[in-house]
């Protein structure tokens, strides 16, 4: 099963992330050609039930990740995924996740 794994999407790489940057342009580009390939899009679920023989696949599929859960995927990649139906896992940092909700308590989050 192939994956398409995916950490930051910004318009501005920043040369310190080596090739861990991807620019928004480009990441529409490659949903669009999933899009218009015909390819699935796994959801988690349908990944463990294809590895466990209890799904059987019509087409082509593809398990497309976001690690770490970087902001940027939220403002580049989300619109997208919604635009072409793309399902995509994101694989949060949970250490850093608590960190930063410690960071920011004073934050009143029921306005959010």
């Not at 696949?57 to 619109?79: C, E, F, I």
Request: net charge positive; proline share 5%; with cysteine.
């Amino acid at each position: 099963m192939p994956v398409l794994m995916y950490h930051h999407i910004d318009p501005n790489p920043d040369p310190k992330k080596g090739n861990l940057t991807i620019r928004p342009d480009t990441f529409r580009r490659q949903m669009l050609y999933l899009s218009r390939r015909g390819y699935r899009t796994l959801k988690c679920q349908e990944l463990l039930r294809y590895i466990k023989g209890d799904l059987v696949l019509d087409r082509k599929a593809v398990l497309v990740t976001m690690d770490d859960g970087y902001a940027d995927n939220n403002v580049h990649a989300l619109p997208v995924l919604k635009k072409y139906g793309i399902h995509a896992v994101v694989f949060l940092i949970t250490d850093r996740t608590e960190k930063a909700s410690y960071k920011n308590r004073a934050v009143n989050y029921s306005m959010i």
